[in-house]
């Protein structure tokens, strides 16, 4: 058969393959009531297999423990790339992820030259007279929650974001705060919340007024009384007994949004972008966890509903060309020396200034440094649970006596030494990381429940809200 034959051949195939799935989804379209959109923002298939993997091996005898969502029935791929750009950033791929319109770098759903807005799949659902909340465990302003609730050119004005979310009249706002609360608009001194409190949003910001929330007509906006650096949530790793996790507040959204007319949910982790973006493989593993639990929470409401709910569960991109393999590793992996990790890289650094204040940067100063290096991450001599190796040692004293000269990046602000501890851990446990930044890799696509079949194959970014849509009008 000449190869031209079997291009026409194939061709031929896949058109009466579309053909039939097109017909199926004209025939079936049956309607999702309840719909949950949730978004790993950063998680690609290396971060969810990685977590497996990690949860597998702390339970030791060869086990295999899938997380809830990768036993969805239906898996597909997509792509992320944005109009402008190859490799996507979190408001192009938010933007194609709540309208269906590829758009530029930065843009909050607005068209690529930022004139137009894009309406959304949260705005079309409100009109439609579902209830709708919008969750994210970073501030509620950032890239990913913001493209579902409101319309500006750049993702960096977070003053102009949070008067759309005051002006919204989306249900229900839980998560992280403001990073720009306050600001002029029109000669006037505004303060976002006071706004959204005029507009008729109840603030809530304890967790006794967070847990005695029932359903009301109310809007409801809950900042976490418990945030970090960013006004986002504690990093899964860090977070003490009884703080209120992702799982905690979509459980909550699911009890005041339910009602006759249906919910649209959108859920995003957002911060597994963060530690990937600064290499940080315990706490990634730790973030994809805490994710997976808000899932299973959807999961139960799923199990109640399963004729009438849809659970989808994606990324907007890749975040640190994260790979399942080292080149010290080789052949080999062992996950559970994450678990020597106790805190997060972000929390570290803030363990690492307070050291700097009683300590110098000299020979003895690092003799005591490998005493922290030992609690916070295992590292030490031979009996320590990680025996470095002399390159490794080398490597730490390198990035330890630059101490004072680091630079702090965009995300997590890590320092040097931080990195390079976190590198050495994710080597040795056989993980490999390629970026600090984001990559051009096709993400994974779970689904379960009304028309979940839909969504499995190759798809694109932009087709979810489509056929999320299908389902909903
Ligand atoms: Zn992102």
């Known amino acids: 058969m000449t190869k031209f034959r079997l291009f026409v051949l194939s061709f031929l195939a896949i058109s009466f393959f579309a053909f039939i799935s097109c017909q199926q989804a004209e025939q079936n379209n049956p309607k999702a009531k309840y719909v949950f959109f949730f978004i790993g923002d950063g998680m690609g298939v290396s971060q969810v297999l990685a977590t497996e993997a990690f949860q597998s091996a702390m339970t030791g005898e060869g086990n295999h423990i899938p997380l809830g969502f990768r036993e969805f029935p239906e898996a597909g791929l997509s792509t992320t790339y944005a109009a402008n750009r190859f490799i996507t950033g979190s408001a192009a791929a938010g933007t194609a992820l709540a ?66 979310l005051a002006a919204s009249n989306i249900d229900f706002f839980g998560g992280g705060g403001f990073r720009k609360p306050e600001g002029e608009f029109e000669g ?131 975040t640190g060309g994260l790979g399942l393999g080292s080149n010290v590793m080789k052949y080999e992996s062992d996950y559970s020396l994450l678990a020597h990790q106790k805190v997060s890289g972000e929390a570290f650094n803030k363990i690492l200034s307070d050291w700097r204040k009683d300590n110098h940067i000299n020979e003895k100063g690092f003799k005591k440094m490998l005493m922290l290096l030992e609690e916070n991450f295992g590292f030490g001599g031979e009996e320590a649970p990680i025996a470095l190796s002399r390159g490794e040692k080398e490597t730490l004293k390198k990035a330890f006596m630059a101490y004072d000269l680091s630079q702090e990046s965009e995300y997590g602000n890590y320092n040097r030494l931080t990195y ?54």
């Open 420 to 473: 390079v501890a976190t590198e050495i851990l994710a080597h040795r446990a056989g993980l490999g990381w390629t970026t600090y930044s984001h990559t051009g890799v096709a993400v994974p696509v779970y689904t379960i429940g009304v028309y979940s079949t839909a969504f499995s194959g190759n798809i694109d970014n932009t087709d979810i809200p489509k056929l999320i849509w299908e389902t909903i009008e």
């Open 99 to 164: 309208t269906g319109y590829k758009t530029n770098i930065g843009r909050i759903s607005m068209d690529t030259s930022g004139t137009v807005p894009f309406e959304t799949i949260a705005e079309k659902a409100k009109k439609k007279g579902m209830k709708v909340g919008i969750i994210s465990s970073v501030s509620i302003d950032h890239a990913t929650p913001a493209v579902f609730y409101a319309h500006q050119p750049n993702r960096g004005m977070y003053f102009e974001i949070g008067l759309d």
């Open 188 to 318: 006037e001194k505004i303060k976002i919340i006071e706004l959204a409190q005029q507009n008729g949003f109840e603030y809530i910001n304890t967790k006794a007024a967070f847990g005695a929330l029932t359903p009301s007509d109310h809007k409801v906006l809950f900042v976490n009384p418990g945030l970090t650096g960013g006004e986002a949530m504690l990093y899964a790793i860090d977070q003490p007994e009884g703080y209120i996790s992702l799982a905690d507040i979509t459980k909550k959204a699911i009890e005041l949004l339910d009602n006759e007319n249906g919910f649209f949910m959108m859920v995003e982790g957002g911060k597994i972008d963060w530690v990937c973006h600064a290499n940080d493989a315990a706490t990634t593993v730790y973030e994809v966890l805490d994710f997976s639990a808000a899932v299973d929470v959807a999961v139960s409401f799923y199990k109640q509903h399963p004729d009438e709910t849809l659970i989808l569960v994606t990324a907007d991109h890749e």
